[in-house]
């Protein structure tokens, strides 16, 4: 399950040869002078769709490198020949989410002969809900380097879309348990959550996820829908018609999905908190007399931990 993973049945770039034969040079004429040592594992990010979105120095880089280890050798083999890359079946390493801890060890042989490996995974960056983060873990623990090469990814694209400014940050849950009672507990913690939440989900599952997500009420929810691809679809409403919006056309519950939860509105305070907190501070620590403050008054927990550190601080405490 990759919410990553690009639409196999769509054309995802017009591109022609010629034209990635020059995209070549370029990447070439870009990163050739830049340093790529050897004894090293370079983490690459590939498009989530549309083909076009890879880098100069991910294509440099994956020309010159030993070996390449990834989830799908086919996928990855397609994607190669797509952008005129010829690497032998041989030289790919199967890594996967089954089989990631003996594949990392065959990485590490190679690294050892002062070797360099490129991993990717079927799309967008590696080891952010797909493998990879053992593979790097084992890299380090080998005592060899790690270099990311950045590019695209499925939770920044959704999230510059939605409209979030960012201020207080964003949480990364990803997929949530496919078991009912499961997925309901995990959607009532974040329920809880007053930043903005990213979650990810395949085309199986979203209506479980938008039934499960109803109990947000009015909490906007912006829906990614085949990102970068041809047939991409971006909207946002309350997280109580999601369900309804999703049923309303069959196509909408087609390809793969990035939700991102916008952040809790901000309630305006009643001084309730806050006259709670000048109470409860000299008699316990602050993040007891926050917790307190919070269900005596129903404010944000988070809001009454800024003003409680802002009372300590003129207190001098």
């Given at each position: 399950?990759?919410?990553?993973?690009?639409?196999?049945?769509?054309?995802?770039?017009?591109?022609?040869?010629?034209?990635?034969?020059?995209?070549?040079?370029?990447?070439?004429?870009?990163?050739?002078?830049?340093?790529?040592?050897?004894?090293?594992?370079?983490?690459?990010?590939?498009?989530?769709?549309?083909?076009?979105?890879?880098?100069?120095?991910?294509?440099?880089?994956?020309?010159?490198?030993?070996?390449?280890?990834?989830?799908?050798?086919?996928?990855?083999?397609?994607?190669?020949?797509?952008?005129?890359?010829?690497?032998?079946?041989?030289?790919?390493?199967?890594?996967?989410?089954?089989?990631?801890?003996?594949?990392?060890?065959?990485?590490?042989?190679?690294?050892?002969?002062?070797?360099?490996?490129?991993?990717?995974?079927?799309?967008?960056?590696?080891?952010?809900?797909?493998?990879?983060?053992?593979?790097?873990?084992?890299?380090?623990?080998?005592?060899?380097?790690?270099?990311?090469?950045?590019?695209?990814?499925?939770?920044?694209?959704?999230?510059c879309a939605s409209?979030?400014?960012?201020?207080?940050?964003?949480?990364?849950?990803?997929?949530?348990?496919?078991?009912?009672?499961?997925?309901?507990?995990?959607?009532?913690?974040?329920?809880?959550?007053?930043?903005?939440v990213v979650l990810?989900?395949?085309?199986?599952?979203?209506?479980?996820?938008?039934?499960?997500?109803?109990?947000?009420?009015?909490?906007?929810?912006?829906?990614?829908?085949?990102?970068?691809?041809?047939?991409?679809?971006?909207?946002?409403?309350?997280?109580?018609?999601?369900?309804?919006?999703?049923?309303?056309?069959?196509?909408?519950?087609?390809?793969?999905?990035?939700?991102?939860?916008?952040?809790?509105?901000?309630?305006?305070?009643?001084?309730?908190?806050?006259?709670?907190?000048?109470?409860?501070?000299?008699?316990?620590?602050?993040?007891?007399?926050?917790?307190?403050?919070?269900?005596?008054?129903?404010?944000?927990?988070?809001?009454l931990y800024d003003?409680?550190?802002?009372?300590?601080?003129?207190?001098?405490?």
């Open positions: 399950m990759n919410a990553d993973a690009p639409d196999r049945d769509t054309p995802t770039s017009t591109l022609g040869s010629n034209a990635w034969a020059r995209a070549l040079l370029a990447a070439h004429d870009t990163s050739a002078h830049q340093n790529h040592p050897t004894h090293t594992l370079y983490v690459v990010a590939t498009p989530i769709g549309n083909l076009a979105d890879i880098t100069l120095r991910a294509l440099h880089l994956l020309s010159r490198c030993d070996y390449i280890a990834c989830e799908d050798t086919r996928h990855t083999q397609q994607l190669l020949r797509a952008y005129g890359l010829d690497k032998a079946s041989s030289q790919l390493i199967a890594l996967h989410q089954h089989n990631e801890h003996e594949a990392a060890q065959t990485v590490v042989q190679y690294l050892g002969q002062g070797l360099r490996v490129a991993y990717v995974s079927d799309a967008g960056t590696p080891a952010i809900s797909d493998p990879g983060a053992r593979l790097v873990d084992a890299t380090r623990q080998a005592g060899f380097r790690v270099l990311p090469l950045p590019g695209a990814s499925s939770v920044t694209t959704a999230l409209g979030m400014t960012g201020q207080d940050g964003f949480v990364f849950a990803g997929f949530l348990p496919s078991k009912a009672v499961e997925r309901q507990h995990a959607v009532h913690t974040l329920a809880q959550e007053t930043r903005a990810l989900e395949a085309p199986h599952r979203i209506l479980a996820l938008a039934q499960a997500l109803t109990v947000l009420g009015t909490r906007r929810v912006t829906v990614g829908r085949e990102l970068t691809k041809q047939f991409e679809h971006i909207h946002t409403l309350p997280a109580q018609e999601l369900s309804d919006w999703l049923q309303a056309q069959s196509e909408r519950q087609k390809g793969e999905f990035v939700l991102v939860i916008h952040d809790a509105p901000v309630e305006a305070s009643t001084g309730e908190g806050l006259r709670v907190l000048q109470l409860l501070l000299p008699e316990l620590p602050l993040k007891t007399a926050v917790k307190l403050a919070a269900e005596i008054s129903g404010e944000s927990k988070n809001h003003q409680a550190l802002a009372l300590k601080n003129a207190t001098g405490d």
